[in-house]
């Protein structure tokens, strides 16, 4: 019985309970008060001059190396333009013959060469890499005059090797079975 009586009650209790939340008086005001009211003025932030390492130009040393890493990568694109026009030959003698046939084996014989000579350009474009990352490190703020230097050699070398892969790739899919892929 006690819980019968309790439910009676609860509506009731409910009803006095939010009478107490209306009010016919005056409501607050929405409007700003003084003290959420902004003063003062802001002035611009002037950025910090760069550290002087950033200023610096890169070292004779790594000017030698740079050009080598860059020569190198020539060097590799020059045999590789050397050696393109047999490998496209081969391949083309390779079409419409069976996958592991003579002319097949010969063709991706060829075209492995090829793809060592994409290598040898490779190998200098991962470590101008390395220097690039290194360099943007251990000097975060900016681009210093250092990573600018090596990543215009980066781009050079980038250039090359993405050539050399778009003939790999043009006569990987020219081979019988057209699955023949690049070494990587």
């Known amino acids: 019985m006690p819980l019968k009586r309790s439910l009676l009650l609860l509506p ?6 939010l009478s107490g939340c209306a009010s016919t008086g005056e409501y607050p005001s929405l409007a700003r ?10 002035e611009p932030v002037t950025p910090p001059a760069p550290p002087a390492e950033l200023a610096a130009p890169p070292s004779a040393e790594l000017d030698a190396r740079l050009s080598g890493l860059v020569e190198r990568a020539r060097a590799a694109h020059r045999r590789f333009t050397a050696t393109r026009p047999r490998t496209e030959r081969l391949v083309d003698a390779a079409r419409g013959s069976a996958v592991a046939s003579e002319s097949w084996s010969v063709a991706s014989v060829a075209l492995a060469e090829l793809g060592t000579q994409r ?14 990352a290194a360099e943007r490190i251990e000097n975060f703020q900016g681009e210093s005059r250092v990573a600018s230097a090596i990543g215009t050699a980066r781009d050079e070398v980038a250039l090359l ?6 003939v790999l790739a043009k006569l990987g899919r020219q081979m019988p079975g057209g699955t023949a892929s690049p070494p990587q």
């Not at 290598?119 to 690039?132: F, N, P, R, T, V």
């Open 12 to 17: 009731t209790t409910l009803a006095i309970a």
């Open 33 to 42: 008060r003084d003290a959420e009211r902004f003063r003062g003025s802001a």
């Open 119 to 132: 290598s040898d350009a490779m190998i200098a474009l991962a470590e101008l890499d390395q220097l690039y």
């Open 161 to 166: 090797v993405n050539e050399e892969e778009g």
